[in-house]
């Protein structure tokens, strides 16, 4: 693997998982954070010039979906994970600070449409809608979706449709909760899958300990670090014909297209140089890499960065 003349933040999946089960509150949090690169950046050509002239690139998610983004319990104040890896990176590529804000997801689209962040980098899945609304996406990884249960109910469910008649938490408005009521509308009949939205994921996953919901439907890698923190839960990935794999993208708005296609062409250096490979590793999240060629600006559309 080449060397890598990026800086990152290190973290390990274990002390990101645990930061679920010990950090329930964050969600509620708006705590802005700064990550300082190290060593010698590229010019920040091909940035917009308001955050050229800051050196700050301001980055929102919730930090509680290890091992994309969460915290380490020593030190609750900075994200940890593969997001805030990635960014890091990407600041010293680029020659820009970033600075992280902890937003709990009904926040994260609305204050990206306001300014108050210059970029979603956590939560946001990719759809053909976003690409042709208000956001520039760019994929950073491509994940299955799953089921977070309690290890003794688990037994005999192998997809979502075995969750006829059961509830199953979804985040707000995401499209999780799209794909729920679509399999419950095409499998269940009259006995559907009862839906229970959540703001983030540190509350369903207490919710699923407590047995109020008997699901949580989340990334793979996500309920994969929360069963490595509890021997009490167990995951079960949904099968593709029921949704298909997804990527997680960083989503900026269209007023700021050329802030998405810098954000590209930084993540295709990482990933030609080998730092993407390593960080995604470094996190237990080789399987959920995007090849090079993926990492493009709305790449289910095609549409032009700044464009509808």
């Known amino acids: 693997m080449p060397s890598r003349p990026f800086a990152k933040l290190t973290t390990s999946v274990t002390g990101a998982c645990v930061a679920v089960t ?33 050196g700050a690139l301001e980055l929102g998610a919730e930090w509680s979906t290890p091992p994309i983004i969460g915290v380490d319990p020593s030190n609750t104040s900075q994200p940890v994970g593969i997001a805030p890896d990635l960014a890091a ?31 979603l980098f956590g939560q946001i899945s990719d759809t053909r809608e976003r690409e042709a609304g208000e956001f520039d996406l760019v994929p950073f990884i491509k994940t299955t979706e799953s089921l977070l249960m309690s290890s003794d109910t688990a ?19 995401g499209v999780q909760v799209t794909s729920v009521r679509a399999v419950s509308d ?39 670090s929360a069963v490595a923190a509890d021997p009490e839960l167990t995951s079960v990935v949904v099968p ?39 960080i995604l590793a470094d996190n237990g999240a080789t399987e959920s890499a995007v090849t090079t060629d993926e990492i493009t600006v709305n790449p289910l559309t095609g549409t032009p960065a700044g464009t509808k």
């Open 89 to 119: 990176a990407i600041g010293t590529d680029l020659g820009v600070t970033p600075r992280w804000r902890n937003m709990q997801w009904p926040a994260q689209l609305p204050g990206l449409q306001s300014g108050a962040v210059d970029a």
């Open 22 to 54: 010990l950090a329930v509150s964050l969600g509620a949090c708006s705590t802005g954070t700064t990550s300082e690169p190290t060593g010698t950046g590229t010019p920040a050509s091909g940035l917009p010039e308001q955050i050229a002239a800051s």
């Open 155 to 173: 037994a005999g469910i192998t997809s979502l449709a075995d969750m006829c008649g059961k509830t199953v938490g979804a985040p707000v408005g």
């Open 240 to 278: 593709d014909e029921e949704i298909e794999p997804i990527y997680t993208a960083i989503a900026v708005s269209k007023k700021n297209g050329s802030l998405a296609t810098a954000l590209a062409e930084s993540l295709r250096r990482l990933s030609e140089n080998g730092t993407y490979a390593e």
């Open 186 to 224: 095409e499998r269940c009949g009259s006995d559907p899958i009862k839906i229970s939205e959540f703001q983030g994921g540190a509350a369903a996953v207490n919710a699923v300990r407590s047995g109020a919901i008997s699901a949580w439907l989340d990334t793979t890698p996500s309920q994969m």
